[in-house]
């Protein structure tokens, strides 16, 4: 199905394994995609190297974009990074609660402010934005990286706030709050410390991690048309693990 035919999508933190798997996604279904990452990588019909925390930029990337392909229709904000010095807001360092805070959300507001106004620029005007935030933005944890964690909060609620704020422009602002997602780093964590991964599994209502197929999915399905109706929402994509209390043994 090319649900995004001709759509011009901007994926930011394009080289991860995530947003590999969504530029995948959006390609297939007949997308432009502009893959942009801080490292070197090759995601995306059009790639571009930028830092996306610093705004200027960001600013260019997006003129940049428009320039070229004359709209934008998606933004998807994929970046963001934990910290190994990120814990217990008693023991995390103020350095690492501003690199986490300005990777996870400075970068999406930075987003929001110099793209969202060429979504409304562009005809028909309207388009959707999609924030990557956390199933740990949802519940408390006793073990949280509580500087990732209030990073992700942040980003939902910027989200319900632009999301209302933006409803009759067109442009639609959604969130994904992601539970575990099989990639590389999430499986490494675990593998250097097989007990974490019992313990974490005790919570997991479906008792497995989620497929990054899975996760492009659900993104493809916020950046499209379907989903018309849809903004200013969380949409939980984490096997359920926001809605338990008890999980089946
Ligand atoms: N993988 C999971 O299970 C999981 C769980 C919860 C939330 N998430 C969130 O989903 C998103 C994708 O997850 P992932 O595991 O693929 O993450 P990842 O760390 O592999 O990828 C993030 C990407 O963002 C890029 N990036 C970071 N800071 C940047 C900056 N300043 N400028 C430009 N690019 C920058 C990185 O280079 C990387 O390619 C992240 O926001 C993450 O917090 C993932």
């Known amino acids: 199905m090319a649900t995004l035919a001709g759509k011009v999508c901007v994926i930011n933190g394009a080289a991860s394994a995530i947003g590999q798997a969504v530029a995948g996604r959006f390609a297939r279904e007949g997308a432009v995609v502009i893959g942009v990452d801080k490292v070197e990588h090759s995601v995306g019909e059009h790639v571009v190297r930028a830092d996306l925390t610093d705004e200027s930029e960001v600013q260019r990337m997006y003129e940049e974009v428009v320039r070229r392909y004359r709209r934008l229709d998606v933004i998807y904000n994929n970046m963001g990074l934990m910290d190994r010095g990120d814990h217990s807001a008693l023991d995390t360092s103020l350095d690492t609660w501003r690199l986490v805070h300005d990777a996870n959300l400075t970068s999406i507001f930075l987003a929001c402010k110099h793209g969202i106004p060429h979504l409304r620029n562009t005809e028909p005007a309207g388009g959707s934005v999609i924030n990557a935030a956390s199933f740990l933005a949802a519940v408390g944890s006793a073990t949280a990286p509580m500087a990732y964690a209030s990073a992700k909060a942040a980003v939902v609620q910027l989200t319900r706030d632009l999301g209302v704020h933006l409803a009759r422009s067109g442009v639609r602002v959604n969130a994904v ?9 999430q499986r490494a964590v675990f593998d250097r410390d097989p007990g974490a991964l ?48 008890t999980v089946p043994e």
Request: no cysteine; glycine share 16%.
């Open 177 to 185: 709050l992601f539970g575990p997602i099989e990639t590389p780093a």
């Open 198 to 245: 019992d313990k974490r599994l005790v919570h997991w209502p479906t008792g497995r991690f989620g497929t990054l197929e899975e996760a492009a999915g659900a993104i493809a399905f916020l950046a499209g048309d379907d989903a018309g109706f849809i903004t200013g929402a969380a949409l939980p994509l984490d096997g359920g693990i926001t809605e338990a209390f």
